[in-house]
């Protein structure tokens, strides 16, 4: 497989773009696609709040970037202005482009112009589609099958959210935020999860679930709906080739048999009524990280992929940046999770527990969201009590204002776990480097992952 950039498919929607301005470009999944455009030779720029490691990266690969508000540094001269949903609708940028007549569209509309005449792989589930777009994604480049991966994380193993290939297959996270993944156009949907989230825009968990139900219904002709077993509303999914899959419920369709950890990596066998995958080995913690192995597994299946280059390409799997990463894992252990919703929370608390089961599991948790901390904070406080040691750092505010009564006491107040306590950022450095706990698990998905260098210097 190529992955040679100049070889990329050029969708007759963007046909003859010259240049792309993109407000929210340090946005993990706005980045993918102005390295897309960038990586075709079109001029890409940008704007975002505050510089971060993928900023540096952007503009090391030749993007300019911004981080100030101010329509006197912006170009004039673009096709079109791609923004995030994040983005307020004060912002003077985006505000100067819409009220001057350029064409200003969101994310997920180029995302569906992408992938109009591709085979499609979409990702959805409010927990773990990112890790398993990776798997697949990863799966589908190691094997040489070959694929454009617009991810919703930074692969370990190439150290980038989008790669691109000759062959016109595209693997793509699908993000329920905003209803965007209704706009794509699946040949294969994995559906990883369907809880409660983005309660500001759904409005209720009903809401959420039927989202899913009608993203099932874009799979185009003869393609095929890989789902995870039990979910609630799964008797909604009609989609005559649909597999579930389960790494703990034999009922599922795909499933596993003989889990043995060996030398801290899952050794298993996947299970099909018509095919057995023995031996799988995933060098990767957590459970819930065997599960979106096996919705990778289903994928590569599907696609008739070699078993021996199935099991090579899972067993060289890296994972994500900040899923469930190893930062430390020497005498003192040091974990890395984007985790920052109840089930996520409870999957990766279960999954460092199957790991380290003697050890003393010490939390730092940053709640991401008012809106999330208000509505989901009772789940937050059942899966936060579920460790030994809970550290509950502020509210990371991200797009929203701050709301009345609303703070990470909301869910403190609600947790029986004795050992709980709320720091400010700093207290809690203090408190490691005097207590130096032998395992620490961060989470969140703010700007905690700046803290874990910091923790991490604490033991070294």
């Avoid at 795909?254 to 009524?273: A, M, T």
């Avoid at 109840?342 to 999957?347: G, I």
């Avoid at 279960?350 to 008012?370: A, C, D, K, M």
């Amino acid at each position: 497989m190529s992955t040679s950039t100049n070889n990329i498919l050029f969708p007759s929607s963007i046909q003859n773009t010259k240049a792309v301005y993109f407000i929210g470009i340090g946005g993990i999944g706005m980045s993918a696609i102005a390295r897309y455009f960038n990586h075709l030779g079109i001029e890409v720029s940008g704007y975002d709040k505050t510089p971060t490691t993928l900023t540096h990266q952007l503009e090391k690969e030749g993007i300019q970037i911004h981080f100030t508000d101010d329509v006197s540094l912006i170009p004039r001269h673009v096709d079109f202005v791609v923004y995030t949903p994040a983005i307020p609708s004060q912002h003077t940028e985006l505000n100067f482009y819409k009220n001057n007549g350029y064409s200003v569209v969101k994310r997920s509309d180029v995302l569906q112009w992408i992938t109009e005449y591709s085979f499609n792989i979409c990702v959805a589930g409010t927990h773990g589609k990112t890790t398993t777009s990776t798997m697949i994604g990863h799966l589908l480049r190691d094997t040489e099958f070959g694929c454009n991966a617009f991810l919703g994380g930074i692969a370990a193993n190439y150290n980038t959210n989008f790669w691109s290939s000759t062959e016109n297959n595209v693997v793509v996270e699908a993000d329920e935020y905003d209803r965007s993944f209704l706009k794509l156009s699946p040949n294969i949907a994995v559906i990883t999860s369907v809880d409660p989230d983005h309660l500001d825009i759904y409005g209720t968990a009903e809401n959420v679930a039927n989202a899913f139900v009608e993203f099932s219904t874009k799979i185009k002709a003869g393609g095929c709906l890989i789902l995870k077993h039990g979910l609630n509303n799964a008797h909604q999914f009609k989609i005559n080739n649909t597999n579930t899959y389960s790494v703990s419920n034999t009922n599922a369709d795909i499933h596993i048999k003989n889990l043995q950890v060996v030398n801290g990596s899952y050794q298993f066998d996947v299970v099909h009524e018509k095919w057995i995958l023995s031996d799988v080995i995933l060098n990767m913690g957590g459970l819930h990280n065997i599960e979106n192995a096996l919705a990778a597994i289903a994928v590569a299946k599907y696609l008739k992929i070699d078993d021996d280059k199935i099991k090579k390409a899972i067993a060289n799997f890296k994972g994500v940046k900040r899923r469930f990463e190893k930062v430390l894992d020497g005498n003192q252990i040091l974990i890395d999770d984007y985790a920052h919703h109840p089930a996520e929370l409870k999957a990766l608390i279960e999954g460092v527990r199957s790991l380290y089961p003697s050890h003393h599991l010490t939390l730092i948790f940053q709640p991401h969201l008012f809106s999330r901390t208000n509505d989901l904070k009772e789940g937050f406080a059942e899966s936060l009590d579920l460790a030994d040691e809970v550290i509950l750092l502020p509210i990371y505010p991200a797009r929203e204002l701050p709301m009345e009564g609303v703070s990470s006491s909301s869910i403190f107040n609600l947790m029986h776990l004795q050992k709980k306590y709320l720091m400010e950022k700093n207290e809690m450095l203090n408190y490691i480097n005097d207590k130096k706990p032998q395992l620490i698990v961060m989470a969140g998905a703010g700007d905690i992952d700046v803290l874990v260098n910091q923790v991490k210097q604490v033991f070294e």
